[in-house]
């Protein structure tokens, strides 16, 4: 057990819609990363906060947003669905802003 | 823009057959490279960080080590239970600290 907690563990939706996915990192990291992971393309870094703050960003669409909360939780929003959408989704965790990262369980979206 | 690439895609070993997996990098000043290890559907799990060349780290049947444009991770004599895909990462210097993953290469090892 990493320490890192999403939810919810899968996701089934429809084109169009609208999700959001949860993460709490480890008790006393700062920094929250997000990766897309589909069957051929191995994890795609999307976004990375850091005690709050947006750092760095990565092959994110303009459909997905994120914010960190106070309380460090991560939130990655997916709006407007596509059928490629369909992933893993991860959140992951460091102390600062370190490669050494762990991650979470992952979430399973399915868009029918 | 940072490239990482892993060979073998998949490797079969025997139980007990050592081998190597390699990861080649491109990356505009090294912070750091990074292997996981990702059993199927869950998250990959740290296993080593390492910073400059001649480095090396070691835990259990596992050795990474590292050169200026690869990173070896060797296995020896491995184990059913080391059977997953181990990922290579790699972050750069500048201020962006995003971490650039490798496809992965899945390892089957069999008793």
């Known amino acids: 057990d990493s320490g890192v907690t999403q939810t919810p563990k899968h996701l089934i939706t429809a084109t169009g819609q609208r999700v959001t996915l949860r993460c709490s990192p480890r008790?006393?990291?700062?920094?929250v990363y997000w990766y897309q992971q589909s069957l051929d393309q191995g994890l795609q870094f999307l976004i990375q906060?850091?005690?709050?703050?947006?750092?760095a960003k990565g092959n994110i669409l303009e459909r997905f947003s994120a914010q960190q909360f106070p309380d460090l939780h991560s939130e990655l929003n997916l709006s407007s669905l596509e059928l490629g959408d369909s992933a893993l989704y991860f959140c992951a965790s460091s102390v600062d802003r370190s490669g050494e990262q762990y991650f979470g369980p992952g979430t399973r979206l399915t868009v029918t | 823009e940072d490239q990482v690439t892993q060979s073998p895609e998949a490797l079969r070993l025997q139980e007990g057959e050592s081998s190597s997996l390699n990861c080649s990098y491109t990356?505009?000043?090294?912070?750091?490279l990074f292997w996981y290890r990702q059993d199927p559907g869950k998250g990959p799990e740290f296993l080593f960080t390492l910073y400059s060349a001649g480095e090396e780290k070691e835990k259990e049947r596992l050795k990474a080590t590292l050169t200026k444009k690869e990173s070896f991770l060797h296995i020896t004599a491995p184990k059913p239970e080391d059977s997953a895909t181990y990922l290579c990462a790699v972050q750069a210097m500048n201020g962006y600290q995003k971490v650039t993953f490798g496809i992965g290469t899945k390892l089957q090892v069999i008793p």
């Open positions: 906060y850091y005690n709050g703050e947006e750092r």
């Open positions: 990356v505009s000043g090294l912070r750091g």
């Open positions: 008790s006393g990291d700062l920094s």
